[in-house]
């Protein structure tokens, strides 16, 4: 790769890397601006006569002796609470996880081992439920929610998220078992497994890269999901994403605007640092249907 890369002309190589170098820095500066804006103040920040006063944090300065400050962070994290809303979004993320893959990996190899035709048809009611937008799907959730007095609380939120994520990781996890092929379980078999000690002793190990890779896209729907979670939980169980625009549209106090940023940031941190642990993984996982058995 990099003899190739050495033999494209001089001219061509100083365009690609400074297209790279272009597009790496677009795509990273909103995020950076955000994370730089959020220990300012709101007058800094959001400065309307002189845009560079985000960048020296001038009123800054004048409010808290520093160009630097963190009232924004002590504002979202303890005057609003805003652990609590953390903990409420991981709670939500573990056990919509941990649903849909399971439902997941049991279903998607049934279906890759299935020889029945109906299994293509169910694929494809998955396939156009999972297309409908979900703010269509809530609404039908709304009255029985009501009249069983269940609304507002984690565990409906939850049961509500898988139902919408489960066609996505029912569609990958089948791919993925697809191919593998079916001689690892026939030969399990014939050393005397059944069907299930097959699939968890010799499949899973196999299917492991695939699993996590499913995991994480099913992970980022329940921790980015904003429709589901803000029509369906009441403001003391609300996740992240929800309680950011509640700090948004409370522009009205000044400072609050500065919360939404601070709890922005506090929010993306984690979905770095995941990718970055798991990056091997997801891109093994992603590969893992190039590779034949």
């Not at 985000?54 to 409010?63: L, N, Q, S």
């Not at 609590?84 to 998607?108: A, E, K, P, Q």
């Not at 904003?226 to 169980?237: D, R, S």
Request: proline fraction near 4%; charged fraction near 10%.
């Amino acid at each position: 790769m990099a003899s190739r890369a050495q033999s494209l002309p001089k001219g061509l190589r100083i365009a690609l890397t400074s297209f790279i170098v272009i597009w790496l820095i677009m795509a990273a500066f909103p995020f950076i601006w955000t994370l730089w804006g959020s220990f300012k103040v709101e007058l800094d920040f959001f400065s309307i006569a002189d845009w560079t006063n985000a960048i020296t944090g001038a009123r800054t300065e004048e409010t808290h002796g520093s160009p630097f400050t963190g009232a924004g962070y002590h504002g979202a994290w303890v005057e609003e609470g805003f652990l609590r809303n953390v903990i409420n979004t991981f709670i939500v993320c573990f056990f919509v996880v941990l649903t849909s893959l399971t439902i997941g990996t049991l279903g998607g190899y049934a279906l890759s081992r299935s020889g029945y035709r109906y299994t293509f048809w169910l694929l494809i009611a998955a396939l156009i439920f999972r297309a409908m937008p979900p703010i269509t799907l809530v609404a039908g959730y709304m009255l029985p929610f009501f009249q069983w007095n269940v609304w507002g609380i984690l565990p409906t939120t939850i049961i509500v998220l898988v139902a919408i994520n489960q066609p996505f990781t029912l569609w990958m996890l089948h791919s993925f078992f697809q191919n593998i092929p079916k001689e690892l379980d026939e030969s399990a078999k014939v050393d005397g497994c059944t069907q299930f000690q097959a699939f968890r002793h010799v499949i899973i190990p196999v299917m492991w890269p695939g699993v996590i890779t499913t995991g994480l896209f099913s992970f980022l729907l329940a921790y980015n999901d904003f429709a589901v979670t803000a029509m369906l939980l009441a403001e003391e169980n609300r996740t992240m994403v929800p309680q950011v625009a509640a700090f948004l549209g409370s522009t009205y106090t000044e400072g609050n605007v500065m919360f939404a940023v601070a709890s922005v940031v506090s929010a993306t941190v984690p979905l770095f640092i995941l990718v970055m642990v798991f990056q091997r993984q997801i891109v093994s996982g992603l590969t893992a249907g190039a590779v034949k058995g």
